[in-house]
C-alpha cells in the first residue's frame, strides 16, 4: 500500500502563517483531507476535497496540492491550533484508506 | 447534533473474540459511509475498515483482513466491528467514524469519542 509522509514536528509563532506538508505518490490522483486532534480527543476534520471547510472550522484554514503533495496552511495562527495534525487519503489500489504519521503543531 | 457513540471495548486475551459498536443519532444513518479508525497508545491514526451507505460494499485494512468483520444496521442506527483472532497489536483506542458521502471516501466529518480495546494476557 501506499504512504503519506509528514514532518514530524512544526512551530508557528502566534498570528503568523504556517504550512503543514503531506507527501505521498496517491496524492497526484486523488485529494487529501485534513484532521486536527487535541490531546485526549477525537480528531475533527478541518479540510476535505479541493479546499472545502466543514461546518464550525474557521475559514484561517485552508488546503492545496501540486503533483504528489498536499498542503494545509493555517494563516494566522492561534494559540487553540496546537494539536496533532494528520493527513490522509485513498490509496491508489482498489481501496484501502491511508494516514500519514502526523504532524505536531506547536504555537509560540 | 451529530453523535457516535462507541460501546464494547475492554481488555480481552490474545486469540480471543470482541465486538463493537457504534450507535448514531443526529443524523440519516442510511445515507452515509462509515469507518472504523484505531489509534494504538502514543500512535497516529489508522484506517480499520469502511463499509458504504447500505452495507454492500466492505473493505478493510491489510492488517485486520481476514479477521475482523464490519457490518451495519440501518434499521437500528448501528455500526458493528466484530474482532476475531485478536493480537497485541490491536490494542489501540478504536473510533466510529461517518463519512461525508455515501460511499467511503476519505473524509470523515464526525468522529465518536472512541473506545479502548486492550489486548493482552
Partial sequence: SSELTQDPAVSVALGQTVRITCQGD????????????????APVLVIYGKNNRPSGIPDRFSGSS??????????GAQAEDEADYYCNSRDSS?????????TKLTVL | QVQLVESG??????????????????FTFSGY???????????GLEWVAAVSFDGS??????????????????????????MNSLRAEDTAVYYCAKD?????????DCWGQGTLVTVSS
Fill in chain 2, 33 to 43: 459511509g462509515m469507518h472504523w479508525v484505531r489509534q494504538a497508545p502514543g500512535q
Fill in chain 1, 26 to 41: 496517491t496524492l497526484s490522483s486523488y485529494y487529501a483531507s485534513w484532521y486536527q486532534q487535541k490531546p485526549g480527543q
Fill in chain 2, 57 to 82: 460494499s466492505k473493505y478493510f485494512a491489510d492488517s485486520v483482513k481476514g479477521r475482523f468483520t464490519i457490518s451495519r444496521d440501518n434499521s437500528k442506527n448501528t455500526l458493528s466491528l466484530q
Fill in chain 1, 94 to 102: 482498489v481501496y484501502p484508506l491511508v494516514f500519514g504519521g502526523g
Fill in chain 1, 66 to 75: 501540486s503533483g504528489n503533495t498536499a498542503s494545509l496552511t493555517i494563516t
Fill in chain 2, 100 to 108: 461525508v458521502y455515501r460511499s467511503p471516501t476519505a473524509s470523515l
Fill in chain 2, 9 to 26: 471495548g475492554g481488555v480481552v486475551q490474545p486469540g480471543r473474540s470482541l465486538r463493537l459498536s457504534c450507535a448514531a443519532s443526529g
